[in-house]
């Protein structure tokens, strides 16, 4: 790996981190973008940014429930919806082309984007 490799891939994660630390989530909309551009993942950038994400998500976790706690009730349901959601998407995520999945996420970033600027 080359020397520029590494600082663009390490950019790329510290963007993730940041967006995902000052918005509580969304730091894939960032990295799957900056991976396919800087780096040599093509085919395997999804899986590559979960795996990038999680341990991101569990500093956030981590730090969110020593400042401010975390209201588990009101997050029950929803992590369990997610986990359904992630196991579907793991069983039919590889069955859809990875240019359709770029183009569906690229919906969804403009569609939240227009959404929050309206």
């Known amino acids: ?3 520029n490799q590494w600082f663009a891939m390490a950019f790329a994660g510290g963007l993730a981190g940041m967006i995902n630390g ?3 989530a969304g730091g894939g909309m960032v990295l799957v973008p900056l991976l396919t ?3 040599p993942l093509k085919e395997n950038v999804f899986p590559a940014s979960v795996a990038i994400i999680l341990p ?6 981590t730090f969110i429930a020593f400042t401010e706690g975390l209201p588990y009730r009101s997050a ?3 992590l369990l919806g997610s986990a359904l959601g992630g196991i579907l998407a793991g ?3 590889r069955k859809i082309p990875v240019h359709w999945l770029h183009r569906g996420l690229g919906i969804l970033i403009l569609w939240g984007g227009i959404r929050y600027l309206c």
């Open 22 to 24: 000052l918005f509580g």
């Open 1 to 3: 790996m080359h020397r």
């Open 76 to 78: 029950l349901p929803y």
């Open 91 to 93: 069983v039919w995520g």
């Open 56 to 61: 991101i998500c569990l500093v956030s976790l």
């Open 37 to 39: 551009l800087l780096t």
